[in-house]
């Protein structure tokens, strides 16, 4: 977002304006309550200057993709699009009252939660990867939180569909963004996304970018220059483990093909830090299809169920009640059933005797 005031909010027919959100560069986000079903919700209508055919596909490209992948519990979801009634295109998706965009310079982010955003974000990233669209613009600002505190993936506007040999908007955001999209080698990929996802989590845990100097200059042409030579500078937290180092290490790696080969790879060496913590296992979801293509980068696939890689646990064995005494020690229901046993067998006997003896009496009485 900029400095920019918003614009004027658009008309669109079943929803009422409640205030401006925010400006950026592009485009202007409006919260608005829909009237059936009555709910609020952010409205994102493209400003009339920046009308251009490369800007509409931009516009275009994100309330596709976002279509596509929204069913994903960790990637915003939108409910509708189209032209307001001046003309401007717009996206109406879920609202969400806060982002990442400020608070990982703020505030001190515990590890345990920067995991478990870690594990999420990476499950968004797998499924958009599988989904055959590659994101781009991975970065804290585009972290949203919904109103029941979850983060979702946001600002698909320059995502890439894999294999597309149509011209595509070239756009980055030079802080997070990879050696060789920094270089101008590639315009994006996978590996260039799993760069992206290490330096947001490096970000969430530090309080800057990756390169970022804190008494350094910090122009864009240095930040090239730095992540050009992709040098990993360890955290400067001491609760940060060394295996948490490592992952985001690897997964900024200069060359892209010692990088994690998926984003569900780097997910799951943040759960296993997770359980080295003894901490709750966060889900790894993404869809469960195969890839359609026959190329394997490809990684296009179609939307398939959930799935979790979380264990199951084991299954509940029947446990038989115990009868303490006094003393509190369990009793053995199997000593108590075998001597009741004998004791009706005693009875049994007992009382056989008995008729037997009454019987003879009364043979012997009349003789």
């Not at 669209?133 to 991975?138: A, E, G, L, M, N």
């Not at 992952?247 to 990088?259: E, N, Q, T, V």
Request: charged share 20%; aromatic share 6%.
């Amino acid at each position: 977002m900029t400095d920019r005031l918003p614009g004027s909010p658009p008309v669109i027919p079943g929803f009422h304006f409640i205030r401006p959100l925010g400006a950026g560069g592009f485009s202007d986000v409006f919260l608005f309550e829909q009237d059936r079903p009555q709910r609020q919700v952010a409205v994102k209508v493209l400003l009339h200057r920046n009308m251009d055919a490369e800007v509409l596909q931009m516009f275009n490209t994100e309330a596709d993709t976002l279509a596509l992948l929204s069913a994903h519990p960790a990637i915003l979801t939108i409910y509708q699009a189209g032209i307001s009634a001046d003309g401007r295109p717009y996206l109406v998706t879920e609202y969400c009252p806060s982002s990442y965009a400020r608070r990982y310079r703020e505030e001190y982010i515990p590890v345990p939660e920067v995991l478990a955003l870690g594990v999420r974000l990476g499950s968004a990233v797998e499924s958009s990867h599988r989904s055959g669209v590659i994101h781009r613009d991975i970065k804290p600002s585009n972290l949203l939180v919904n109103e029941i505190g979850a983060l979702v993936l946001s600002d698909f506007g320059i995502a890439a569909v894999v294999g597309n040999t149509d011209a595509e908007v070239e756009a980055m955001s030079v802080p997070w963004s990879a050696p060789e999209v920094i270089d101008g080698k590639v315009m994006g990929t996978v590996a260039s996304d799993i760069w992206s996802l290490g330096a947001t989590i490096y970000g969430l845990l530090a309080g800057r970018s990756p390169f970022e100097e804190v008494r350094g200059q910090n122009s864009s042409d240095r930040l090239k220059a730095r992540i050009s030579k992709a040098r990993y500078t360890p955290i400067e937290r001491t609760d940060i483990p060394p295996q948490l180092e490592e992952c985001l290490s690897r997964a900024m790696a200069k060359d892209p093909s010692k990088r994690y080969p998926s984003a569900a790879a780097f997910a799951e060496d943040l759960q296993r830090i997770q359980m080295s913590m003894n901490l709750p296992l966060s889900p790894l979801e993404y869809a469960s299809a195969p890839p359609l293509r026959v190329d394997p980068s490809a990684l296009r696939t179609d939307r398939g169920e959930i799935q979790s890689t979380v264990p199951m646990q084991s299954q509940r064995r029947r446990i038989q009640p115990r009868d303490y005494s006094a003393s509190g020690k369990a009793k053995d229901s199997s000593n108590g059933i075998r001597r009741r046993t004998v004791v009706w067998i005693v009875v049994g006997a007992v009382a056989a005797t008995v008729a037997v003896m009454g019987i003879l009496v009364v043979f012997l009485g009349g003789m």
